[in-house]
């Protein structure tokens, strides 16, 4: 996994710096305009998405390296892809930026806490160097320090960075198809291998995770425009930090393998349900 563990880092700080130069302290105060479209996502991401997960992993009895594969992408915060698809759903925006913005702040301490916790249960042993508070830190390096570097950038240039925030996220789009492409060519005898082994979990978490985030939604937010939103922002994971996180605490390439499978899957489901949508609108 040499390439990847070289890349993945390098990916992920400009990924986030990219996150970061599209948000506004004006994105965080929409959160107080309606808190409880924010906490349904929220909730649906950061608590039902690792649940769901987890029962996947357990009913399709996973091998240990593929199901705390799945539980990483699972415990992912979303990424840029989800507002770039929401804004093509004709979603939220709003409410995506604000839910990919914190639950990537807060992931720091969440995604360590729900894979260190998830690997112990299903057996997994997790080597005495790893700690939450040591994964913590390293991804704070690679995930809050750049965001708000990229926060601060647009404060200082606002009308600049605005003006090019469409080839921002082009950009950050490719650097997530790189990180993958690196995956497939170091990993292209075994591809197939792994795809069969992980390849019906991650396509079950996806379509699941849409349904009964839409639905949650439909039950609880304000209107169409956010079930949109939260289902998407459930069903669309950040990859690259699964795999920096992937490999970061483990040396076999077994537990990047969902996170992969998920980026094939994830693209296909989600253009789908937005196909789905605008068909039956």
Do not use: H
């Not at 390096?141 to 469409?166: C, D, H, Q, W, Y």
């Not at 291998?193 to 390849?199: E, H, I, K, R, T």
């Not at 699941?208 to 439909?218: E, P, T």
């Not at 483990?250 to 992969?260: G, H, L, M, Q, R």
Request: positive net charge.
């Amino acid at each position: 996994m040499e390439i990847v563990t070289k890349i993945a880092p390098i990916c992920l700080v400009l990924i986030m710096l990219g996150l970061g130069l599209g948000l506004s302290i004006k994105d965080f105060t929409k959160i107080l305009r309606a808190p409880k479209d924010f906490f349904v996502g929220f909730f649906s991401q950061l608590v039902i998405l690792p649940i769901v997960a987890l029962g996947i992993a357990l009913i399709l009895n996973l091998s240990a390296p593929i199901a705390v594969g799945l539980m990483i992408i699972a415990a992912a915060p979303g990424g840029v892809t989800s507002n770039v698809l929401t804004k093509f759903a004709d979603g939220d925006v709003a409410l995506s930026i604000s839910l990919t913005a914190i639950v990537s702040l807060i992931s720091i301490i969440s995604v360590p806490f729900v894979v260190i916790n998830s690997a112990e249960f299903l057996g997994v042993i997790i080597s005495k160097d790893i700690s939450i508070t040591g994964i913590a830190l390293k991804m704070a390096l690679v995930v809050t320090v750049p965001v708000i570097i990229g926060m601060i950038i647009r404060g200082f240039a606002e009308n600049f960075i605005s003006s090019k925030i469409n080839i921002i996220n082009k950009l950050t789009g490719w650097l997530f198809i790189i990180v993958f492409a690196a995956i497939w060519i170091e990993e292209k005898d075994n591809i197939l291998n792994y795809l069969a082994q992980a390849g019906l979990a991650v396509l079950i978490l996806n379509v699941v995770m849409i349904l009964i985030a839409y639905f949650i939604a439909k039950k609880f937010v304000s209107g169409i425009a956010q079930q949109k939103c939260i289902a998407l922002e459930c069903g669309l994971q950040n990859g690259t930090l699964a795999v920096f996180v992937a490999t970061l605490m483990f040396d076999d390439i077994a537990y990047v393998i969902p996170t992969a499978a998920y980026a094939l899957t994830m693209y296909i489901t989600g253009f789908i349900f937005i196909y789905i949508l605008k068909k039956s609108n």
